[in-house]
C-alpha cells in the first residue's frame, strides 16, 4: 500500500510517516523541509512547482493532508493571513485536484484532510486560519459525499490543540500529543468516517461557542 503525506517533516504529519512505515505502508512525503524518514521530496505547497511534484508521485491508496500555517494577526500585516488561506485550503485543493482522478479510475482510495475546531468559529486573532479550516472542511465534506459512492473517501478531521509548532496560544485546553492524534488517524484509515472531532470534550466546547461568537461578530458589523 502506497501513502502520499503533505507536511511530513514534523509534527503530526510526520509521527504518521513513522506508524505508516512500521505497519508496512510505502510513503512519499512533500514538505519544504525534507522528512527524516520515508521517500521525501523538497517542495513548498504555494510554489509553482507543487503540482509537477505532486503528478510526479503517481498512484496512491491513501492521501493524508498535514500541511498547515497559521500566524496571529500583526498590525496591518495581512500577508500571513493570505498565506494561511493558500496552506491550508488551496494547498489541500490543488492536491485532491492531482490525486482523486487516479483513485476514482481505480474505483479505490483515501484521503485525509486535517482541519480543526477552529472551523467553527471566527476568530480576530488569527482570521486567515479559522477561515481557511472552515472552507477545507466543507470542501472535504462536499467531496466524500460526492466521491464515496464511486468507491473513494474523504475524511475531514478535525483537531483541537495538538502539541506542534502550529499550537501558538498561550492557552491550550485538551491538548494532545502527535502520537496520540496519530493513534486517530489510522482509526480514520481502518473506518474511513465523513469527519472526525477530537477530543470530543473541546469540540463540544466549540460547537456551542461557534454561533455564539458568529452572532456577536454579525451585531459589531451590524452597529
Known amino acids: ?90 494547498g489541500a485543493a490543488r492536491t485532491v485536484e492531482a490525486v482523486l482522478p487516479g483513485m476514482l479510475a481505480a474505483g479505490r482510495g483515501h484521503v485525509i484532510g486535517l482541519s480543526s475546531l477552529a472551523d467553527a468559529m471566527i476568530s480576530a486573532d488569527a482570521p486567515g486560519y479559522a477561515a481557511s479550516k472552515a472552507g477545507l472542511t466543507s470542501y472535504l465534506l462536499g467531496l466524500d459525499a460526492a466521491l464515496r459512492p464511486r468507491g473513494v473517501a474523504v475524511t475531514a478531521v478535525r483537531f ?28 480514520c484509515v481502518r473506518t474511513r468516517p465523513a469527519v472526525v472531532s477530537y477530543p470530543r470534550r473541546m469540540a463540544a466546547v466549540t460547537g456551542t461557542l461557534g454561533p455564539l461568537l458568529r452572532t456577536a461578530a454579525r451585531l459589531r458589523r451590524s452597529r
Open 1 to 90: 500500500m502506497r501513502a502520499l503525506i503533505v507536511g511530513n517533516s514534523d509534527g503530526i504529519g510526520l509521527a504518521l510517516t513513522h506508524r505508516l512505515l512500521a505497519e508496512g505502508w510505502r510513503v512519499t512525503g512533500l514538505s519544504r523541509r525534507a522528512a527524516p524518514v520515508g521517500e521525501p521530496v523538497v517542495v513548498d505547497v504555494t510554489s509553482a512547482g507543487f503540482p509537477e511534484a505532486l503528478a510526479e508521485v503517481g498512484a496512491v491508496d491513501l492521501c493524508v493532508y498535514a500541511a498547515g500555517a497559521g500566524e496571529l494577526l500583526n498590525g496591518d500585516d495581512f500577508a500571513a493571513q493570505t498565506r494561511a488561506i493558500e496552506v491550508n485550503l488551496l
Open 160 to 187: 483541537g490543540f495538538v502539541d506542534t509548532k502550529m499550537a501558538k496560544s498561550p492557552v491550550t485546553p485538551f491538548k494532545i500529543s502527535p502520537e496520540r492524534a496519530v493513534d486517530v488517524l489510522m482509526r
